[in-house]
């Protein structure tokens, strides 16, 4: 917000330093133009690159284990959504989808419906909290919504399904993955959840683990949690469900 006005604000002096120059409209019009894009693009450019900073220090956090004071960085980056737009969507996003793999989901679902409405991978979290909560229409709903911001991954797809099972939509599911198939043709994952889906069997979906477990750690192995918590930061995962 604050990086527009400020842009604004130089290109109004050079289209009036145009103006009074050459006298005439198109002589203040050009500078203007060429004033606003530029400085906004350095404006934009340099929130960038403070919020680069502080998302590194987070993850510097989280790879040690301190999932508290990552998630405090995390949050004071919030303070710069007045200065450019789409930071606050990153970052509510980024939160809700750390919180909901820590299983805490009121504060997971606080965050994600803030997230920005083209992030597919932090929207597609919401639907699985959707879920989990027993709204199955929302979460179907939320899914397919995203088809053309996650259609280019399995994963999309196979969550896609793997709800539409679970809400007793076997057909909605099959055709779900055959959509799937199309644009993730040489996927081995979807065409055995396609198979097991036609068939009628359960479904299995370790092909698209380590992602999956980050939308049902609960799923996860317990062969797997170190590892796996080391790829993402270090943070704590719950043991899993027997």
């Not at 805490?104 to 909290?129: G, I, Q, Y």
């Not at 027993?134 to 919504?145: I, T, V, Y």
Request: hydrophobic content about 45%; glycine content about 8%; aromatic content about 10%.
């Amino acid at each position: 917000m604050y990086n527009l006005l400020i842009a604004l604000g130089i290109a109004t002096a050079f289209f009036a330093l145009g103006m009074v120059v050459a006298g005439t409209l198109i002589a203040g019009f050009v500078p203007g133009l060429l004033a606003l894009i530029i400085a906004y693009f350095m404006l934009a450019r340099r929130s960038g690159k403070a919020f680069q900073v502080i998302a590194e220090r987070a993850a510097a956090e989280f790879q040690q284990g301190r999932f508290e004071p990552g998630m405090k960085l995390m949050e004071s980056a919030l303070g710069m959504a007045r200065w450019q737009f789409g930071i606050a969507g990153q970052v509510h996003g980024q939160m809700g989808m750390l919180m909901y793999m820590q299983r805490k989901w009121a504060p997971a679902r606080k965050h994600l419906e803030k997230s920005w409405k083209r992030d597919w991978r932090s929207r597609s979290m919401l639907a699985a909290l959707d879920h989990r909560e027993g709204d199955k229409s929302a979460a179907l709903n939320r899914m397919s919504e995203l088809v053309s911001h996650g259609g280019k991954d399995p994963i999309f797809w196979a969550l896609y399904a793997y709800i539409a099972v679970e809400a007793k939509q076997r057909d909605v599911a099959l055709t779900v993955v055959n959509d799937g198939l199309k644009k993730c043709k040489d996927s081995p994952g979807l065409k055995e959840l396609q198979q097991s889906i036609a068939n009628k069997k359960k479904l299995k979906m370790k092909a698209f683990a380590p992602t999956w477990y980050q939308y049902f750690p609960e799923q996860m192995p317990r062969s797997m949690m170190t590892q796996y918590a080391q790829q993402q930061g270090g943070m704590r995962y719950p043991q899993p469900r027997r």
